[in-house]
């Protein structure tokens, strides 16, 4: 409806269309002149972009600077789908203001530099997700550190993260440390390369789901100061004897219902032993079990009652 306006009456200046939400994707370059000109006249109004450059013969650095998109400065939420085929200038979009930030799908440009300076701006930042990206060293270890020195975060999410460099597990031991989070309270780790020190002591966290990593030995899991925690799901981690134990001993002296799914534990002959004392326990309460290693096993913990 706005393009239509804008198309009838071309020339005219009069025409102010105030936007705060606006969607690059598909044949938005049909409407770029008109596209424009909306950015132009609302740069202090837009408050959400969302970019899709998928079915698009454009790179999100051609976007980028066909909309003017780096003059924009009150912008509060940012979703970009990208191409696997096109490295994305990613730095170039992450402005102070932003709040929320979805990344998924694509190569991150080799821009260390830019990223480590505009990263730092973004004190504001409550809500993180990136997935299905190929980042290089510098870059993963730039977000590590980011996220370590954040204290407002809501909710994180980092999937399917590979290194250009490394493949796989032969990445380097990465250390990512939530415990000043202040209000942190849903956490996503899913198929991170290499070795992860973990700790995740954050009162606030209600929800946290870990699959596909492998742990270091000195990973913290879970604190008797977690009081808010109530869904744990481990699936596919490889993690030392010892922080299994040591999970399961917080997990019984918490004071609050806690539920726990685990599925595919290593090392094994560890987490068989686990799955026993759980069996056997008074105090969990067995959920559903699958004969093998990789089906789910959950429970919850059992509290005496307060009467």
Known sequence: MFMSCLQEMPESENIQLCL?????????????????????????????????IKDTSSSLGEIIDLFSLTDLSHIQKLYYYGDEEKEAQISRILFPSLHYVTLLWGTWTNDEENLNENMARCQNLQ????????????????????????????????????CKGHGGHDCKRWNLNLSQHSTLSKLHLWQ??????????????????????NLDESSLLLSRDMLNIKRVVLSEIEMSAESLKNFIIVLEKLPQTVTVTMRYIRPYTEYDRVREYIRRSQTFHMIQEGRRRQQLFEFRTIKPSKE
């Open 20 to 52: 705060q939400d606006f969607f690059i994707e598909g044949n938005t370059e049909v409407h770029s002149e008109q596209l424009q000109r909306l950015l132009k006249q609302n740069k202090s109004n837009i408050k959400s972009l969302y970019i899709n």
């Open 127 to 162: 809500y993180f997700n990136i997935g299905s990206f190929t980042l290089s060293h510098k870059i993963l270890e730039t977000i590590f550190n980011f996220i370590s020195g954040q204290k407002s975060m809501k909710e994180l999410a980092l999937e399917w993260l590979d």
């Open 192 to 213: 991170l390369p290499g070795r992860l020190q973990l700790n995740i002591s954050t009162p606030p966290l209600v929800d946290v789901m870990l699959m596909d990593i």
